[in-house]
């Protein structure tokens, strides 16, 4: 497939993955739990060690300027997602005797399709510059959307939507992650887009280090800790492994 190919694929995929929450259907709140905090990990690995083994080194290669330059553009990417989270954190409960939880679903939401705008962009900015990089970029923001979403979704089950409406919602913002790929794909035609390789990177670097593994690190009990921490290096395992694929 060419490049336009795998960047309407990766957003079909990433909607189809939005419909996860439909899951908690079947599970247990018990269940859930237990599912949730290593899958969190298993995607901080991911996300980590996509930016580390393959955003970072097959950025440098391709980007055209100054590596300095190269890494301004991987801290903007670190601030973009900083800076949104900020806002929405703001904006999430000033009061705290208000109700909350109407305002909180609609920010998830509002804060997802950004997120996922975004992530398309930087994703189709990996798929633009080689196919095998855009591959491995895309099984670390799916691997990190699995959790984000199980989560989302019971956010606004707890907000006070039905089901129906909340895999609605939730599908329609994972749409926004196809949009930002086109949108990419487009403005490929006139732009220099290798600075989307550092930006992703920046992303990932932010997302697993300041919200995942913070989540992670929550428990207090040894068990609960190994099994945590197994699982984030199985997520650095399957980046290192597609890397070795390649060099292979």
Not at 223 to 237: D, H, Q, T, Y
Request: some cysteine; proline content about 2%; charged content about 10%.
């Amino acid at each position: 497939m060419d490049a336009l190919a795998w960047i309407i694929t990766s957003g079909l995929i990433m909607c189809g993955i939005a419909m996860v929450g439909s899951v908690l259907f079947l599970m247990t709140e018990a269940n859930f739990k237990k599912l949730l905090l290593p899958l969190v990990a298993l995607s901080a690995g991911t996300l980590i060690g996509g930016a580390f083994l393959h955003l970072v080194p097959e950025g440098l290669e391709s980007f055209k300027g100054d590596s300095y330059v190269f890494f301004l553009w991987l801290l903007a990417g670190f601030l973009v997602f900083f800076a949104l989270e900020q806002i929405i954190h703001w904006h999430h409960c000033q009061n705290a005797d208000a109700d909350c939880k109407a305002p909180l679903g609609y920010l998830i939401l509002i804060g997802d399709s950004l997120h996922n705008f975004i992530g398309g962009l930087a994703v189709a900015g990996t798929f633009l510059i080689d196919i095998r990089l855009g591959i491995t970029t895309l099984l670390a923001a799916a691997a990190h959307e699995v959790p984000q979403e199980l989560g989302d979704f019971a956010v606004l089950l707890h907000a006070g939507w039905s089901r129906k409406s909340a895999l609605l919602l939730n599908m329609l913002s994972g749409l926004t992650f196809l949009i930002g790929g086109l949108v990419a794909y487009g403005a490929s035609k006139n732009l220099d887009i290798t600075f989307l390789v550092p930006f992703a990177a920046g992303n990932f670097i932010y997302i697993g280090a300041s919200d995942l593994i913070p989540e992670v690190n929550k428990h207090h009990h040894l068990s609960e800790n190994i099994k945590n921490f197994l699982a984030f290096v199985a997520g650095l395992a399957l980046m290192m492994a597609l890397r070795a694929g390649y060099s292979g």
